[in-house]
């Protein structure tokens, strides 16, 4: 069978690299041409149907093609434009942009796939190893297409390592964007992340459009995380309103370590976030929180997947959702426990709140256990603003627009505030704000 | 100031006022009782505009403006202030907002200059000793978790510091202990001008020994059936209601 993505398989094929990464990449090649993108009898997209993205052909493209040197990313660097940063355009590593290895906070290693690539081994800060041993393992590309598919043809990304015992106070900001040029591209971001034993370290995803080009973005990060690592992840989706965004983010969790994963979703028309975590050593834990803002035709998808593999284990998750307009968001929250995972203890919640009578939201959680020693809770609700409170608000001399406005800023101000980092926390309240001032909410 | 003629509300199809005449001029407090469910809050929100009430007759003149004319918040830009029955609790914004912004809203409309946090802290701060409330309660969300008795009190500390020209307290003094019934009473006494006035709805003659009214009114099956000057409260706390629904019946 050949897909429309054939060509590029052959292509990156002649790219030449490592021996092992040929392999893995002709792996997900065939797994992607047998699997096909996913249709909505699949369980894990019965709410999401991805033909705007099937039934294009997005080209590949080898060049970033944009403009690297006028990329103007104040806005985005949450008022920190110190933080080191590794940028991006349309998927391809602008060293102009970002910052030199040497200015890297201590104990922090990075390196790209594109200089594994091009330049071999020796070009890879001595990392080679690493992305060796866990490049294309953590996340399932057997199962995934989207996976499959970024696998088979990523050519370039961010690659960070994170040194034992090292605590890195200053974070660090991969930025992906895609500029005007974007239009009718794909786009495969790939990102590594090997937090070393007791190290304890944050990465700010952020993913741009600048303009309204209709690219395709299939992003796939896996984080390795061994012994008592910290490791926080935050995922900043800001695409072009037209653009297609599938992300996929796959952790192994050792003993003892903290996987920290927040997701705004606020970009995009049709977008998917997948977080999948292991909890394969006793006493490790997940939060996994998250926050949608929707309006227009827009939707957006978060399914995670926490899988409870031995005994002791945590879960925490909040994800909550703001639908605005003809906006369809959809929750999916898997939990699983495994039978050796006893005296698990796992909690998830999302909860929404729709601001037209048009916005709508699909949420499932679920849990499927398989040890009798657990705590397990799940919840969802889905709600309108309450008149009540906001007839309060009036009478109190707020007009309609701020009542509305300070319900919805509330609504998302708990898991807003689990963000530990203050410069993205205020900068992500602050939008939530404008996002519900640019227009009367539920006037829809 | 307030002038209410025939007015007629209800909701969903059920009436609720059916034909209210009342005058309150400027100065004056106003006592409104009645039994359960005959209409004393439904005419409050009424007043205060709450959506959910339709008015299907009459007029209300507030300040020579048709009041019915005007939004919720317009009707708290002019000064009409209205203490709920059961307050409402909104999680996620805190108290301390909550009051800034609208003390923020009203200046705004009176042309005056917004303050920032830590100006309104002198404002509070003051306001709070007025009605005797913990500073710490100003931090938590509005209402969440407030005891019936510190409801009503935050009710008080909003007409404090909003500073309306017609303040109407829905059962305001239910559920208080006698030491928060003087905090509320001394709450609305301290607002008391000649350009003012209160319409106090109650059920005791008690909170009306610390806000003495000049008018008490009888609100029975959406109409007032009776008025009188201070000493109808008196009477209705010896006899009940039972002669007047009877007198109104007949
Ligand atoms: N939202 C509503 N929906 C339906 N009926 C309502 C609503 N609000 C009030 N009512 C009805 O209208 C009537 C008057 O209610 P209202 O609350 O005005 O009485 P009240 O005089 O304030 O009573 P109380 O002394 O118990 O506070 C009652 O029969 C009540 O059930
Ligand atoms: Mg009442």
């Known amino acids: 069978m050949t897909t429309a993505y054939s060509d590029d398989f052959r292509t990156v094929a002649e790219l030449g690299g490592p021996g092992w990464l040929a392999e893995r990449r002709r792996a997900a090649a065939a797994s992607f041409t047998a699997l096909g993108f996913p249709t909505r009898k699949n369980e894990n997209w019965h709410y999401t149907s991805v033909a705007p993205i099937s039934d294009r052909t997005f080209r590949m493209v080898r060049t970033p093609g944009g403009d690297a040197s006028s990329l103007d990313l104040t806005p985005y660097q949450f008022n920190s434009p110190e933080w080191p940063r590794l940028v991006f355009l349309n998927g391809h590593f602008v060293a102009e942009q970002s910052t030199p290895a040497d200015k890297l906070p201590e104990g922090v290693r990075v390196t790209t796939l594109g200089a594994l690539l091009s330049e071999g081994a020796d070009a890879s800060n001595g990392l080679s190893d690493l992305i060796e041993q866990h490049l294309g393992r953590v996340a399932d590309g057997e199962e995934h297409a989207f996976v499959a598919l970024n696998t088979a043809l990523a050519t370039d990304g961010a ?62 990060s896996e984080a390795v995380l061994d012994d008592g690592a910290t490791f926080t992840n935050i995922k900043v989706q800001r695409e072009s309103q037209s653009a297609f965004h599938i992300c996929t983010t796959s952790v192994h969790q050792a003993r003892d370590s903290h996987y920290l994963h927040f997701s705004c979703a606020l970009g995009a028309a049709l977008s998917r976030t997948n977080v999948y975590t292991i909890l394969d050593g006793e006493g490790s834990g997940a939060t996994l929180n998250g926050l949608y803002m929707l309006d227009g035709d827009q939707h957006c998808d978060h399914q995670t997947r926490i899988e409870h593999a031995k005994p002791n284990t945590f879960s925490r998750e909040l994800y909550k959702g703001l639908l605005d307009g003809n906006s369809h968001g959809v929750f999916n929250g898997k939990v699983y426990v495994h039978p050796e995972a006893q005296k698990t203890d796992g909690k998830q919640e999302n909860n929404n709140i729709l601001l037209s009578p048009t916005a709508h939201i699909d949420t499932k959680p679920e849990l499927e256990i398989y040890a009798d020693d657990v705590r397990c809770t799940h919840g969802a609700t889905v709600g309108q603003l309450d008149d009540t409170a906001l007839f309060y608000m009036r009478s109190r001399g707020l007009s309609a627009a701020q009542a509305r406005q300070l319900l919805t800023y509330a609504f998302a101000a708990d898991v807003l505030e689990t963000i530990e980092l203050e410069a993205v926390r205020d900068s992500l309240e602050e939008q939530t704000l404008e996002r519900f001032t640019r227009h009367e909410v539920g006037t829809a | 100031m307030l002038k209410i003629r025939g007015l007629r509300a209800g909701i969903e199809d059920k009436e609720i006022l059916r034909g209210i005449d009342l005058t309150v001029n400027a100065g004056e407090v106003h006592a409104v009782m009645g039994p359960n469910g005959s209409g004393k809050s439904t005419l409050a929100q009424v007043l205060a505009g709450h959506p959910s009430f339709e008015v299907t007759g009459g007029s209300v003149t507030y300040d020579g403006k048709d009041l019915l004319e005007l939004e919720p918040e317009e009707r708290a830009h002019a000064g009409v202030f209205l203490a709920f029955q059961y307050p409402i609790e909104i999680p996620g914004v805190t108290n301390a907002y909550f009051l800034r912004t609208a003390y923020n809203e009203m200046r705004k409309v009176q042309g005056l200059e917004e303050v920032d946090p830590i100006e309104f802290l002198d404002v509070i701060e003051e306001k709070a000793k007025l009605v005797q409330m913990d500073p710490s309660m100003l931090n938590r969300s509005v209402n969440m978790g407030f005891s019936g008795g510190e409801k009503k009190r935050n009710e008080i500390l909003q007409m404090a510091v909003l500073e309306p020209k017609l303040a109407i307290l829905d059962e305001t003094d239910s559920g208080l202990d006698i030491d928060a019934l003087r905090v509320v009473a001394d709450g609305v006494n301290a607002l008391k001008a000649p350009d003012r006035a209160t319409i106090v709805v109650t059920h005791y003659q008690r909170l009306l020994n610390y806000i003495v009214p000049d008018y008490v009114h009888v609100l029975v099956g959406g109409r007032i059936v009776k008025s009188g000057g201070k000493e109808l409260a008196l009477e209705l706390e010896a006899r009940g209601y039972d002669w007047l629904l009877a007198e109104a019946a007949a």
Do not use: C, W
Request: net charge negative; proline share 2%.
């Open chain 1, 159 to 220: 690659v960070i390592v994170v040194g034992s015992e090292m605590v890195v106070d200053t974070p660090l900001h991969v930025v992906f964007v895609a500029d005007g040029a974007s239009s009718g591209q794909a786009i495969q971001t790939r990102t590594l992340f090997v937090a070393g034993r007791h190290s304890k370290a944050t990465v700010i995803e952020s993913f741009i459009g600048m303009g309204e080009a209709d690219y395709f973005t299939n992003a796939v």
